[in-house]
């Protein structure tokens, strides 16, 4: 299943298949990166970060990709569980600034 | 090592009153932000401090509301009078001198009535 930052905020995918969240961000001067995980009723919790000079980067059965040409981040999920339901935020931080700024968020549902 | 701590995890107040929301970063860490958080949106910058220092408050709405960080307890977030719209959750994040990534508390849920 694959979604597209705002114009598809939901995921459903099927347990054991994998995900692919999308995000669009905004800022060229961006260099940092990072998706968050939120469940509900819950703060954001960090799941992976790549920096700009950098155009993959792979943890425990998650990957990002950061595509600088068109300003596009992606998180993978492989093999995806009950447990990755959730909330999954993309983030970004200048090169000059403190603050991340976050998009509006991709619901994923993980159907047993 | 104790994570982000924030209190209280949920706070009512009425229109008109003040809400104080605190935070204590894990331990170490020197640089506090505060975030908020309308429902089913992402999260929107509001303040960064350091110690006894406002470093960005670009995010901060111009009136009621107001941060500090002390040398010693909690990073406080007050807000004065507040409105329905005051109705967020509210998080804190935390991160060492010179760090990029930042931790988030769990947040405090307000609801104005």
């Known amino acids: 299943g694959e979604s597209v930052g705002l114009h598809l905020p939901t995921l459903s995918v099927q347990e054991g298949d994998n995900s692919i969240i999308n995000c669009a961000y905004s800022?060229?001067?961006?260099?940092?990166f990072i998706w968050y995980k939120q469940e509900s009723g819950k703060g954001p919790q960090f799941i992976i970060d790549?920096?700009?000079?950098?155009d993959k980067r792979q943890g425990q059965r998650v990957t990002v990709l950061l595509n600088k040409t068109v300003k596009h981040l992606s998180l993978q999920i492989a093999a995806t569980q009950p447990g990755d339901s959730a909330v999954y935020f993309c983030?970004?931080?200048?090169?000059?600034?403190?603050?991340?700024?976050f998009g509006t968020g991709t619901s994923l549902t993980v159907i047993p | 090592n104790a994570g982000v701590m924030q209190n209280p995890r949920h706070l009512v107040r009425r229109r008109g009153q003040e809400a104080r929301l605190r935070c204590s970063p894990m331990?170490?860490?020197?640089?506090v932000y505060w975030y908020r958080q309308l429902p089913e949106e992402g999260l929107k910058f509001m303040v960064y401090?350091?110690?006894?220092?406002?470093?960005?408050e670009s995010g901060m709405p111009k009136e009621r509301f107001s941060a500090e960080f002390p040398k010693e307890g909690p990073s406080i977030l007050r807000i004065q009078q507040v409105v329905r719209g005051d109705s967020a959750a509210y998080f804190c994040?935390?991160?060492?001198?010179?760090?990029?990534?930042?931790?988030f508390g769990p947040g405090t849920r307000l609801t104005v009535l």
């Open positions: 983030a970004e931080r200048t090169n000059t600034g403190n603050q991340f700024y």
């Open positions: 401090l350091q110690k006894e220092n406002i470093i960005d």
């Open positions: 331990k170490g860490h020197s640089h």
């Open positions: 790549i920096r700009s000079n950098m």
């Open positions: 994040a935390s991160s060492p001198a010179g760090g990029r990534e930042q931790f």
């Open positions: 800022n060229s001067a961006s260099d940092y």
